[in-house]
């Protein structure tokens, strides 16, 4: 299970400041994690953004390409000021 942490504005605007997920076998990645949440639709679709963002794996700054897995902890801290 990899451990999802919302700040910033993200915890009114998804409902939620924390989540434990197993990960599907094609999520290997920022991006695709990413992707994966947008899929969920709604919010998910409007706020997971790349450029919204900005994202730590394990407690370090991470890319789209930064590779996570099943027991990380991802953290996703909205960019923006609204």
Do not use: H
Request: glycine residues 8%; aromatic residues 8%.
């Amino acid at each position: 299970m990899a451990r999802i942490l919302y700040f910033a504005s993200l915890v009114d605007q998804l409902g939620r400041g924390v989540e434990e997920v197993e990960l599907p076998a094609e999520v290997t990645d920022v991006r695709g994690l990413l992707a994966w949440l947008r899929a969920r639709g709604g919010n998910w679709d409007k706020y997971i953004r790349e450029d919204a963002l900005r994202i730590t794996v394990n407690k370090k700054f991470a890319e789209p390409g930064t590779r996570v897995t099943d027991g990380d902890e991802i953290a996703l801290v909205s960019a923006r000021l609204a």
